[in-house]
């Protein structure tokens, strides 16, 4: 082995260069015996190094986005759930509705999908680089009130104002006081117009004046979301059932 190789693999090491290391050797036989020349072959050895930058920077954006798992839209059954258009949610994840600002609501149920198809749309943002982050509203509310409770309330509503994408799971499934209410508020209204989020809950929107305990902030929280958005409305079995409901069906 000559030692300006040798040395060349400790540049690299240092360097942290570690896939144009696991190249190298395959490339300079490449380059020997297709006549490559200098810079393509050094081309071809930084883009090993690109792709695993780009595999390693994915990885870590759906890591910070705390999705609950990593299901996505090939993983979901449509023939289960006729109620839903495929294509609507195929265009989801293509993130137009990202660029153009607009919610989207997820409505219906429990274990119909919901959760599924936010977190589905919420890796396909987070695959392509944009800031998402999952979270449940009722962890979301406590955050809020923790800050608030230690005068950092201000920069914590910031923190959750600057993602592009913030998907919001289980709207009404715990009671929310008004105090609550009003954080909720603050929130959404940073967010409006401004960035997208997603909204998933169980409770029609009549019901939101009884969730949120006050009509007129239930009503200026949803005038807001529903300006811009799209509602999937899901009726439909739940998906978690599904083997009792065709044990009921074959008794
Ligand atoms: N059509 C489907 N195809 C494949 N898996 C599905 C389908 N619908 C739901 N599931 C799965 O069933 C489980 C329940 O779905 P999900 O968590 O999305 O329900 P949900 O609508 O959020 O319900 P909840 O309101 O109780 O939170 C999950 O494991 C999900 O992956
Ligand atoms: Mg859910």
């Known amino acids: 082995m000559n030692s300006s190789y040798m ?3 400790d540049n690299l090491k240092y360097l942290k260069l570690n896939q144009i290391i696991t190249h190298l050797d395959e490339t300079i036989d490449f380059m020997n ?3 490559l020349s200098f810079t393509d072959a050094l081309f071809k050895l930084t883009d090993y190094e690109i792709d695993m930058k780009e595999i390693n920077m994915i990885r870590s954006m759906v890591k910070v986005a705390a999705f609950p ?3 996505e839209v090939k993983d979901f059954d449509f023939s289960f759930q006729p109620s839903i258009n495929k294509e609507q949610i195929l265009d989801f994840t293509t993130l137009r509705f990202i660029e153009q600002k607009e919610n989207i609501v997820f409505l219906g149920s429990s274990g119909v ?3 599924h198809l936010a977190t589905s749309i919420g890796i396909a943002a987070a695959k392509k680089r944009t800031s998402t982050y999952f979270i449940k509203c009722n962890d979301l509310l406590l955050n809020l009130k923790k800050a608030k409770l230690e005068n950092r309330l201000e920069r914590r509503l910031k923190h959750y104002a600057r993602y592009k994408l913030l998907i919001i799971d289980e709207i009404g499934y715990l009671p929310i006081d008004e105090d609550d ?3 909720f508020f603050q929130l ?6 401004n960035k997208s989020t997603i909204f998933i809950t169980n409770a029609n929107f009549k019901s939101w004046g009884d969730i949120f305990q006050d009509p007129k902030i239930a009503n200026a929280i949803l005038d807001r979301i529903l ?3 799209t509602v999937i409305n899901i009726v439909g079995d739940s998906y978690r059932l599904k083997d009792h409901i065709q044990k009921e069906h074959k008794s």
């Open 227 to 229: 300006h811009h958005a």
């Open 7 to 9: 040395k060349l693999i």
């Open 33 to 35: 015996k297709n006549n």
């Open 188 to 193: 959404i209204n940073m967010r409006y117009e």
């Open 181 to 183: 209410a009003k954080l």
């Open 113 to 115: 999908g919901k959760t």
């Open 69 to 71: 798992h990593l299901k």
